[in-house]
């Protein structure tokens, strides 16, 4: 998955929406889960919520980084709440089973991180010219964050949630592809 499928220039709700749902099937599939139950009505929200007109960055969503455009995604997802039922315990585990919305958590999650692997960054370089930087590598984080990340997320809210989830996505990238960010200089 990337984000020209979910962000798809001169897509509707219907084309994300089906996007989505393939994604969350193949998703399902690949954890083991052979029926995933889904709320059409709020995956619907969220596929909408991809072609928002006032996409929460300042140059819109063109100029946005792979990193706002998987917030986005993220929070909208979770705040919305599609997958109904709660991941099975012996396929996520004791901790993170017991956790309120963790299945729409952990869905997002590995949406994002999909989209993140391979996404491109444009940014400007020390000298001034323009540059892509592909993040090659994928983000990996440990066992313990995780179960913390699904906890601190499981109630998110767009309006609160977008610029945090940003900022930590962008930080993890990072972490994992040396040289990819920019000069830490504060």
Do not use: W
């Given at each position: 998955m990337s984000f020209s499928i979910l962000y798809q220039e001169g897509g509707d709700v219907q084309s994300h929406l089906s996007s989505l749902a393939v994604y969350?099937?193949?998703?399902?599939?690949?954890?083991?889960?052979?029926?995933?139950?889904?709320?059409?009505?709020?995956?619907?929200?969220?596929?909408?919520?991809?072609?928002?007109?006032?996409?929460p960055h300042k140059d819109g969503l063109e100029k946005a980084s792979p990193f706002k455009k998987a917030a986005n995604v993220f929070v909208w997802f979770v705040a919305e709440r599609p997958v109904i039922d709660p991941l099975p315990e012996e396929i996520v585990g004791k901790q993170l089973s017991s956790i309120s919305n963790h299945q729409n958590v952990v869905m997002a999650w590995m949406m994002c991180m999909r989209c993140l692997r391979d996404a491109k960054l444009y940014k400007e370089n020390e000298a001034g010219e323009d540059t892509v930087v592909i993040l090659l590598s994928p983000i990996k984080v440990s066992k313990h964050f995780?179960?913390?990340?699904?906890?601190?997320?499981?109630?998110?809210?767009?309006?609160?949630?977008?610029?945090?989830?940003?900022?930590?996505?962008?930080?993890?990238?990072?972490?994992?592809?040396l040289g990819a960010s920019y000069p830490e200089t504060v």
């Open positions: 969350l099937d193949s998703c399902a599939k690949g954890m083991g889960i052979e029926r995933l139950q889904v709320d059409p009505t709020k995956l619907t929200a969220v596929a909408a919520s991809l072609l928002r007109p006032d996409f995780f179960c913390d990340f699904v906890d601190a997320f499981s109630c998110a809210v767009p309006a609160y949630h977008f610029h945090i989830v940003s900022l930590l996505f962008e930080q993890m990238a990072y972490k994992t592809n």
